[in-house]
């Protein structure tokens, strides 16, 4: 088994945070493409068919780990930046919306995480980004990730980001925890993960909640998120103007009325 390789970190900024990595000579970093932000002079780019791991042999496993990959929402490629200087060196990347990026040290969960789609934002070289799939059909059909989320594997450091503020629960042996599907960031590989519909025809209707929840249980950690990007997403979409980029009735009385009412100072 390859050994990951021991890079050191630096998490920066509150609402829309950065990961700054400090990598030694010829220590190495992997990283969804798109995600940089800065980096110094003796780091050098290479982009990569593959999960990032280095196990695959010949182009056929590179290119069906890397055709993996794009089920759970990613690109075919990621980006490799090693320091080839000889001092230590920094690399950055960033957030791709306000919420936090949380450190994964994956010896201390048995070498593996399961996290949903698109959470992936860096690691050590050496960590495996690859597809967990669902084995129960109700949780591939309802569980708001599918059959297929993402799985990191290895022994080093690995870096995910999630929407909001980030909340950790210890789940003791059959203790269960009810979340909503799109709120669930990640959980260690000993948590059973299984979905259940909500209880009586009022809740599931009119409770704004949907029909289904998460439901995990015991032994292991779970991580949640308060602002799921599709959540997010939905309220941008709603807040956009209407009818070719001007509010209904703007210009008359009645679309000034509206701003006020809207909080909208500019009649």
Same mark, same amino acid.
Request: glycine fraction near 16%; charge should be neutral; charged fraction near 20%.
């Given at each position: ?6 890079? !050191?970190?630096?998490?920066? $900024?509150?609402?829309?945070?950065? &990961?700054? =990595?400090?990598? *030694? ?14 980096? !110094? *002079? ?6 990569? %068919? $593959? !999960?990032?791991?280095?196990k695959e042999s010949g182009i056929l496993g ?20 090693? @320091? ?35 959470? %992936? ?9 690859? =597809? ?27 870096? &995910? ?5 980030? =909340? ?6 059959? *203790? ?14 000993? &948590?059973?993960? @299984? ?15 949907g029909l289904f929840l998460a439901t995990l ?11 799921? %990007?599709?959540?997010?997403? *939905? ?8 009818? $070719?980029g001007k509010r209904r009735g703007e210009g ?11 909080? !909208?100072?500019?009649?």
């Amino acid at each position: 088994m390859t050994k990951n390789h021991e890079i !050191d970190f630096k998490i920066i $900024g509150e609402e829309l945070q950065c &990961v700054e =990595i400090e990598l *030694d000579p010829q220590e190495a970093v992997v990283a969804e493409a798109g995600s940089l932000m800065y980096m !110094d *002079d003796t780091i050098e780019m290479k982009t990569i %068919f $593959g !999960d990032g791991s280095d196990k695959e042999s010949g182009i056929l496993g590179k290119f069906l780990s890397a055709g993996k990959r794009v089920l759970t929402g990613e690109s075919l490629f990621l980006t490799t930046y090693t @320091n080839q200087g000889y001092g230590k060196r920094q690399v950055t990347f960033a957030a791709p919306y306000p919420g936090k990026v949380v450190p994964f040290n994956l010896t201390h969960y048995d070498g593996k995480i399961i996290c949903q789609k698109s959470a %992936f934002l860096c690691a050590a070289k050496g960590v495996a980004v690859g =597809i967990e799939f669902q084995k129960r059909i109700g949780v591939g059909l309802f569980g708001g990730e599918g059959f297929i989320m993402q799985k990191l594997e290895g022994d080093g450091l690995a870096f &995910v980001h999630a929407g909001g503020t980030i =909340i950790t629960r210890e789940l003791g042996p059959g *203790d269960v925890l009810r979340v909503d599907t799109g709120c669930l960031v990640a959980f260690t590989q000993s &948590v059973d993960y @299984n979905i259940e519909m909500v209880r009586g025809i009022r809740n599931a209707f009119f409770g704004g909640e949907g029909l289904f929840l998460a439901t995990l249980r015991g032994p292991g950690r779970v991580w949640i998120q308060s602002m799921p %990007f599709s959540r997010l997403a *939905d309220k941008i979409i709603s807040a956009a103007p209407k009818m $070719g980029g001007k509010r209904r009735g703007e210009g008359s009385i009645l679309g000034g009325l509206g701003g006020l009412l809207d909080g !909208d100072n500019r009649l």
